[in-house]
């Protein structure tokens, strides 16, 4: 079961514990793979954080979303027809996202987009809407906010799950020949 949220308390330390470790992550991977050419608008991500957005994005907004989910079953609904558009925004922006596997240092080669920052608005409304939507679970408002919330938790669920296997498809696949250069 998924603690109640107040702002603080282990919840809390858990975010920072990982926000920490996903810094870490960032730096290490900056300098492990300097030699890695990248385009404009490109930038090379250690595997290991791609996994590490869900767990943030869960301990932000999860306790909301269970608390919504769990009210009757028009709020379930809507939370599986948010739950199945984010998935289907994965699916795209995994697909417009991902460019290549860095096996050396199992990273990955992504492209940015506006709709990270879009996203991580949306994470950031919906928790400070969070107090207010625990006292009024009722209307038409309180269900378009649980299929928006699905949507925020199984977006980097789904974009996750695309991108790793994407990274696992390129990573067991035969290396391209390496094209002979004319004399």
Do not use: C
């Amino acid at each position: 079961m998924i603690a109640t949220s107040n702002g603080s308390g282990a919840g809390s330390l858990l975010v920072l514990v990982v926000l920490i470790v996903i810094a870490v992550l960032v730096r290490r991977g900056r300098m492990n793979t300097a030699h890695v050419p990248l385009a404009k608008g490109e930038r090379i991500r250690p595997l290991a954080i791609t996994l590490l957005d869900p767990v943030v994005s869960l301990f932000i907004i999860g306790p909301i979303f269970w608390h919504l989910t769990s009210t009757n079953v028009e709020h379930l609904v809507f939370a599986l027809v948010g739950g199945v558009i984010g998935v289907g925004i994965a699916w795209a922006r995994a697909q417009v996202m991902f460019v290549r596997a860095v096996r050396a240092s199992k990273s990955v080669i992504l492209r940015r987009s506006g709709a990270e920052y879009a996203l991580l608005g949306l994470l950031i409304v919906l928790r400070l809407v969070e107090g207010s939507v625990r006292h009024n679970r009722v209307g038409v408002e309180s269900l378009v906010l649980t299929a928006l919330i699905s949507l925020a938790v199984f977006e980097p669920i789904g974009r996750t799950v695309f991108i790793v296997a994407k990274y696992l498809d390129t990573v067991s696949a035969p290396p391209a020949p390496l094209a002979e250069s004319s004399r």
